[in-house]
């Protein structure tokens, strides 16, 4: 046991190294001339925005690091676009629990990567997230400015509510004056529109009157069937109180199994939930002695239903080899449908059943994990499931924990 758990330390330890793993897909960079150079970008999830980026050159195959005085542009097909611009970026937050009580200008000029959102030949729209916030970036393609649309949130010491500061629709109005695309229907889609990226961008779409790109992520989340077979070696412990009598019986048996993965990011696919089902029996027989003239027999079939949630985290992930992590809960639903006791007396001699016995209907194990996939559908997996308790009286008492083996394929 002490092994196993040496071993989940020595990978989880090792991640700090691995996490900066590459994920190159095809993409471009856009150098300071105004050229693009083809080949692969390493591509992460930017929950943030960017402030460096690799790329793979198709022509010499060498990585390099570009920051934002390197480069004016980059992009990843299909996943997202970063443009360079010089924009006064705002610093205060929206958060409602870290509002500031006053209204004040928290600007400062900033030279980052904007992600593209939409474009069109009346407006760009951007955005940059940070530690504080999210922001949008109008620019009026006329002007050849970028703006950010003004969105602020403060408290008020006169009155017991936050106040919203909502220019950013005013912002668009304008720009929808400009571009006489001032109707009712957009003036009113304006109005009732919240900051935020959907409403946004099909506001900025409307004026550019669907003409343009919409830079929007492919489709990240997406979901991954399997089918597996393990072998659970089953250690069952058992203990009685009179007579004194503990001992462990091992058991090592096939699984069966069946889930999904519900991952997050399929570029990166660094963490993904997993839900798993299972099917397994075991069988156990042991005697004790009670005295001198008479034994008990245990004769125990046992049938399980296993669900198993699990976070599963890529601790190292290239296109052929994934190593991961697992940590998740087994719920087992049991079936004893044939557990027999028998009392042996040697005095006079008879066997004598006796199914005073009752087990738990089922039981909940901490289930840890740890593997490698490969060539994408290959996953070879060891786990530990810790001891959980099956029965328990003033006698006697069960419990069961196991080790496993497994493959699944995955699909």
């Known amino acids: 046991m002490k092994y196993f758990y040496l071993l989940l330390l020595l990978i989880f330890t090792s991640s700090a190294a691995t996490y900066a ?3 190159f897909k095809p993409g471009y960079i856009v150098d300071l001339k105004g050229d693009t150079i083809r080949g692969s970008v390493d591509s992460r999830e930017w929950d943030i925005n960017p402030a460096t980026v690799i790329f793979r050159s198709a022509n010499d195959n060498q990585e390099k690091t570009y920051a934002v005085a390197d480069i004016k542009a980059f992009g990843v097909a299909g996943n997202a676009y970063f443009e360079k611009v010089e924009v006064p970026v705002s610093l205060d937050y929206v958060d409602v629990t870290k509002a500031s009580a006053l209204l004040k200008d928290t600007s400062v000029v900033r030279t980052v990567f904007l992600k593209v959102l939409t474009t069109g ?12 916030k999210t922001r949008y970036f109008l620019q009026d393609n006329a002007a050849k400015h970028a703006e950010e649309l003004v ?3 403060y408290t008020d010491q006169n009155v017991s509510f936050l106040k919203k500061v909502t220019r950013y629709k005013t912002q668009l109005q304008y720009l929808a004056q400009n571009a006489k695309m001032d109707n009712a229907s957009l003036t009113n889609k304006i109005q009732n529109a919240q900051y935020e990226q959907n409403d946004l961008v099909g506001i900025v779409r409307t004026i550019n009157q669907e003409k343009g790109a919409t830079f929007t992520a492919e489709k990240l989340f997406t979901t991954r069937f399997f089918v597996g077979l393990s072998f659970v070696n089953s250690a069952l412990g058992y203990s009685f109180a009179n007579p004194f009598n503990e001992n462990t019986l091992k058991h090592s048996a096939p699984k069966i199994g069946a889930g999904i993965d519900l991952i997050f990011n399929k570029n990166t696919q660094k963490v993904f939930f997993r839900i798993e089902a299972g099917y397994s029996e075991n069988k156990y027989n042991f005697t004790i002695a ?3 003239f008479s034994s008990l027999a245990y004769y125990i079939n046992q049938k399980a239903i296993s669900l198993q949630p ?3 985290y890529n601790v190292y992930s290239k296109d052929k080899l994934k190593v991961f992590i697992d940590a998740g809960f087994l719920y087992n639903y049991y079936n004893y449908n044939n557990y027999d006791i028998y ?4 005095n006079p001699p008879v066997k004598e059943k006796r199914p005073y016995l009752t087990f738990e209907k089922s039981s909940v194990h901490i289930l840890l994990k740890t593997g490698v996939v490969i060539n994408k559908h290959f996953e070879l997996n060891l786990g530990y499931v810790t001891k959980s308790e099956l029965s328990a009286s003033t006698n006697v008492a069960f419990s069961m924990s196991a080790y496993q083996a497994g493959f699944n394929y995955l699909f």
Not at 122 to 132: E, G, P, Q, R
Not at 343 to 346: P, Q
């Open 290 to 292: 009670e005295n001198s």
């Open 21 to 23: 793993q590459s994920n």
């Open 121 to 132: 030949n009346v407006a760009n729209l951007y955005s940059y997230t940070d530690l504080i």
């Open 310 to 312: 699990q976070i599963i």
């Open 151 to 153: 969105y602020h949130v």
């Open 343 to 346: 009392t042996y007396s040697n």
